[in-house]
Nanobody, 125 residues
Framework: VQLQASGGGLVQPGGSLRLSCAASGRTFRRDDMAWFRQGPGKEREFVAA????????FYEEHAKGRFAISRDTVKNAVYLQMNDLKPEDTAVYYC???????????????????WGQGTLVTVSS
């Protein structure tokens, strides 16, 4: 099982980026998929998730109104559209997936089974 994250880069404040995460090795159609991030000197934190069986989405407060998570079940991929980026969004962004977990743990990284390698997003002028 592999998750391959891409789409990071350098962007100016107020700009946008779209991260992609391609999953391979098995079908993730019913799995929850999420994005986490780890900024410089910080612990890894939850950004957004999409519930596998319903498509419901969940966001951390810092992402609400600016980021949007989506998935393509045919391509076995998940995306994170990030708008109005701020310097504090600078981080390595990781995609992750899990199955068979209860909804209340969807923001908890300890309940995710598979992780991508991360893609660096730098927001700077």
């Amino acid at each position: 099982v592999q998750l391959q994250a891409s789409g990071g880069g350098l962007v100016q404040p107020g700009g946008s980026l779209r991260l992609s995460c391609a999953a391979s090795g098995r079908t993730f159609r019913r799995d929850d998929m999420a994005w986490f991030r780890q900024g410089p000197g910080k612990e890894r934190e939850f950004v957004a998730a999409i519930r596998g069986n319903s498509g419901s989405t969940f966001y951390e407060e810092h992402a609400k109104g600016r980021f949007a998570i989506s998935r393509d079940t045919v391509k076995n991929a998940v995306y994170l559209q990030m708008n109005d980026l701020k310097p504090e969004d600078t981080a390595v962004y990781y995609c992750a997936t899990r199955s068979g977990q209860i909804l209340s743990t969807i923001r908890d990284q300890n309940y995710y089974h598979y992780w991508g390698q991360g893609t660096l997003v730098t927001v700077s002028s």
